[in-house]
């Protein structure tokens, strides 16, 4: 079946650690996203690829890093600089919407990141 | 930026009742999204809208430009529907993945 995995689905994190969060879709997707969700708020957005080997910051990518070296996959790393990583966070992948007209965004199940 | 707002932000009702979700942004857009997501926290995309009204089922979304409103209905509501549901639009600054604000959510619960 097609679709978005994501991984792990709880993840908890110590001070001063760097952790990875998985994402890969198998929809042959051009465009990938990290969002993250916090408690009363929108979904606000982290980092964005539109294609393989390039990324652009969304509104909050302070703290957050990510590669895309394959087509199907968009980790995203936390890491120490993230002061507040406690959220929950959704990946999700679209078709190129410049090229297909087609812009509906499928989401992943979401990791939820706790810190010990 | 876009600011998107959604009303009410909770709503309880009883099963069979007709449920209408409220969203209304402040800056022209080229598209809006209703999605839903569950308990579990996952997502899935129930309707793209660029003008008039869609229908999938049980669930009618419409869109007022003019307005730059547009309400999700589901009618006969179900304990099932109880779900949170989110607004987001896409602006005019470009086709590309950025472009796309979210509401904060409407917590909707269908009590049997």
């Known amino acids: 079946d097609g679709g978005i995995t994501q991984s792990p689905k709880y993840l908890f994190r110590k001070e001063g650690q760097n952790v990875t969060l998985s994402c890969e879709q198998n929809?042959?997707?051009?465009?990938m996203y990290w969002y993250r969700q916090d408690p009363g708020q929108g979904l606000r957005l982290i980092y964005y690829s539109q294609i393989v080997n390039d990324f652009q910051k969304g509104d909050i990518a302070e703290g957050y890093s990510v590669s895309r070296e394959k087509k199907e996959s968009f980790p995203l790393t936390v890491t120490s600089a993230q002061k507040n990583p406690t959220a929950f966070y959704l990946c999700?992948?679209?078709?190129?919407?410049?090229?297909?007209?087609?812009?509906?965004?499928?989401f992943g199940p979401g990791t939820r990141l706790l810190v010990l | 930026k876009n600011e998107v707002e959604q009303s009410p932000q909770n709503l309880t009702a009883q099963e069979g009742e007709f449920i209408t979700i409220n969203c209304s942004y402040s800056v022209g857009i080229s598209a809006l999204h209703w999605l839903q997501q569950h308990p579990g926290g996952g997502i899935v995309s129930l309707f793209m809208?660029?003008?008039g009204k869609k229908k999938h089922g049980r669930l009618i979304a419409t869109i007022n430009i003019q307005e730059k409103h547009s309400s999700l209905h589901i009618t006969a509501s179900h304990p099932r529907d109880s779900a949170v549901y989110i607004c987001a639009v896409r602006g005019y600054s470009g086709g590309g993945a950025d472009g796309l604000t979210f509401g904060k959510g409407t917590h909707l619960i269908i009590q049997p």
């Open positions: 929809l042959n997707h051009d465009a």
């Open positions: 999700a992948s679209s078709a190129d919407f410049l090229r297909t007209g087609q812009e509906t965004q499928y």
């Open positions: 809208l660029s003008s």
